[in-house]
């Protein structure tokens, strides 16, 4: 009996000492991941927002006859730079300088007739003072020298009519810039009732692009600068970039100068114009580009792209508590400044929140902060 008390105590050793031995070769948790932190500022910034916009001469202008005819000649090509008053069409001019010569005939024919008319009341005058003639007669030559002299005025009418047609033949530039497409071409039959025009001319030393800011986006954008009036504050504006097609910006900057009076009842968008100069001619109308126009921003809360990560289209930073937890907050987003995003809420001025390695930490991890890293501050700079 003792001993197989003694086997059983002795088996009952071996299975505390076994299991000891297992506790002390489990392996040990791993230490918390060492990470930059960074407590977030506060500091004043711009923030620079793109607007769609698109680009017109500051005159587009259609060229059209003013009177039909046949097209004799076509003086320019497509595309070409042209100056103020240059001839660029030539309608046949043959059928309006027979109605000039028309005209003048006329007008000669009044003017022959005046004289007649007033030879009559020559020769009745002292008919009448001699009382040879009654006055009836005097007075009805005199009728009829008044319709004489009504006469040339119409015929001089008409002579001045003749000659503005017989001009409009000549189909010139009323403003200087580039000739669009030439769709009619020599030998056509044109008319000033056409759909289509001759072509379209496009002054572009300076150009206009359009662009559109929604209502919450005017709001602070007038807040941004002071005066009683929008136009007050149009003279305080800082000049914009306009960014091309090719995602280069525009050489010069412009001004925006212009604010439409009313906002459009479908979009909900009120439209400005910013002015670029373009002396070059590298902009032309019809061009598309966007306008970047920059918002200043007093004490702005700033967080670094990278120190974001995003999930169903909501937006996240990690941040720190006094007992290095991280924790995962959702932070609203309201515009961009360099490699930054400017904060309105989720975080404030001082929150330490973790500055990379994001994509692996799990809500409530402990972390060890990285104190010995020179951790950048957080800023502003592109």
């Known amino acids: 009996m003792k001993m197989k008390n003694v086997i059983i105590t002795s088996f009952i050793l071996a299975l505390v000492l076994s299991s000891c031995a297992d506790k ?7 230490p918390p991941p060492v990470l930059p932190v960074a407590a977030i500022t506060s500091e004043n910034t711009t923030t620079d927002n793109e607007y769609p916009a698109s680009i017109q001469g500051t005159v587009d202008v259609e060229i059209r006859p003013q009177v039909s005819g046949n097209l004799d000649r076509v003086l320019v090509d497509e595309g ?17 300088r027979e109605q000039l010569n028309n005209a003048l005939a006329s007008l000669h024919a009044a003017e022959a007739a005046l004289i007649n008319a007033q030879l009559e009341v020559d020769k009745l005058t002292p008919l009448v003072q001699n009382k040879v003639v009654s006055d009836y007669q005097l007075k009805t ?12 005025e119409q015929a001089k009418a008409m002579v001045a009519s003749a000659k503005i047609n017989l001009g409009y033949t000549n189909v010139t530039a009323p403003v200087s810039g580039y000739i669009g497409r030439l769709p009619k071409k020599q030998g056509s039959l044109v008319s000033a009732t056409d759909v289509e025009p001759l072509t379209t001319l496009s002054d572009v030393h300076e150009v206009f692009a359009y662009f559109s800011l929604g209502e919450t986006d005017f709001i602070n954008f007038k807040s941004q600068y002071s005066g009683n009036s929008i136009g007050d504050k149009i003279k305080k504006l800082p000049p914009v970039s306009l960014i091309l097609a090719d995602n280069n910006a525009y050489p010069q900057t412009g001004k925006i100068d212009m604010v439409d009076g009313q906002f459009d009842k479908t979009t909900g968008a009120i439209t400005l114009r910013a002015t670029f100069p373009n002396a070059n001619g590298t902009l032309r109308s019809g061009n598309t580009g966007r306008i970047r126009l ?11 792209q990278s120190a974001t990560i995003e999930m169903q289209d909501k937006v996240f930073v990690f941040t720190v508590d006094k007992n290095n937890k991280v924790t995962k907050m959702p932070i609203t987003v309201v515009g961009k400044s360099g490699t930054n995003y400017l904060i309105k809420d989720g975080v404030k001025s001082g929150d330490q929140i973790v500055l990379s390695g994001i994509d692996k930490l799990q809500e409530g991890q402990v972390i060890q902060p990285d104190k010995a890293a020179k951790v950048a501050q957080i800023t502003n700079k592109k």
């Open 24 to 30: 002390s070769q489990a392996p040990a948790p791993p």
């Open 80 to 96: 070409a730079y042209v100056s103020k008053g240059q001839t660029l069409f030539k309608i046949n001019e043959r059928p309006f």
């Open 141 to 152: 030559a005199k009728a009829s020298q008044k319709i004489a002299a009504a006469n040339i």
């Open 294 to 304: 920059g918002l200043q921003h007093d004490d702005a809360i700033l967080v670094p």
